[in-house]
Structure formats: structure tokens, C-alpha cells
């Protein structure tokens, strides 16, 4: 092998070591994972606080948290949308109960969660995979549309 060949394989190596890095990092940092699906977010000392305390319900050190802060901080993105994106990828399994005051903005937090496991850069970090079902009620006339884990996900628990 050339020495050229041999630094370019080298390269790729450290590049993928980088890269695993970064995911393994994601799954167990909630602040890392937030910059990695936003890349523009600005982390505060607020930010800071409350992550650690999202990453102690994740553990389970934390059985529960009210966040108490001014409109426009972040309490909806990190609580409503990220956290649970990031929960569902570390398990897979759990259950996840979406309460607003409106019915409206549940449902809308609801598909931002599952826009960003649809994406490629969450697929790069979570094996979590979601089909979709839609279920239809005869009696109501409506539709609702469900959301299960593809089996070969859930042996990341």
C-alpha cells in the first residue's frame, strides 16, 4: 500500500471515530443532542439548568420538574419537542404524554417530534424508526393517525 493510500484510510478511520463520538454523545448529553438537531441554538446558563434537569428525569434521578420561566426561553421547545424526540430515542419503549392547555398545540408539538425522528440527521444518531398507521373511528367519522417503533429499534433499550 501506498503511503498515500494508507493516510487517506487513516483519515476516513479518525473521521468515523469522530463521528461516533458525536453520536454516543448525543444519546447521553441533552444539550449536545439540542446543538446537533439545532445547530444555530445559543445555549444560556438558563438552557444549562434546565438540560441538567431534563437529563435527571432521564436517569431518573428527577420523578418530576415544573419549569416556571417568561414566554420565548425555551421551556417549549426543550419540554415539547426535543426532550421527547430524545427520550424516544434512548427508549424506544417508553410512553410519552403530550397535556397543553389546547388540544391544537399537543398535536402540533406532536408532529414536530415526529418531523425530527424523520430526519436524517436523528436517523444518524438514534436507530429509532417510526411507521405510520392511520386508525379510523367508524363511530366519530374521524381519523387519527398512529405511531409505532419498527422491531428491529427496539433492541437499543
Known sequence: MEAQEVTAKRLKLELRLEQLKKIDYSKNNFLYFVKQM???FIAGAHHKII??????????????????MPPRHTKSEFASYLFPAWMIGRKPKMKIIQATHTTELAVSFGRKVKN??????YK?????????????????????????????ALDQT
Open 51 to 68: 438540560a441538567d434537569k431534563l437529563e435527571g428525569i432521564a436517569t431518573g434521578e428527577l420523578k418530576r420538574l415544573i419549569v416556571n
Open 38 to 40: 439545532w445547530p444555530e
Open 116 to 121: 425530527l425522528l424523520e430526519r436524517d440527521d
Open 124 to 152: 444518524e444518531i438514534f436507530l429509532t424508526r417510526i411507521c405510520l398507521l392511520t386508525v379510523k373511528h367508524q363511530a366519530a367519522g374521524t381519523q387519527k393517525l398512529a405511531v409505532c417503533i419498527t422491531p428491529w
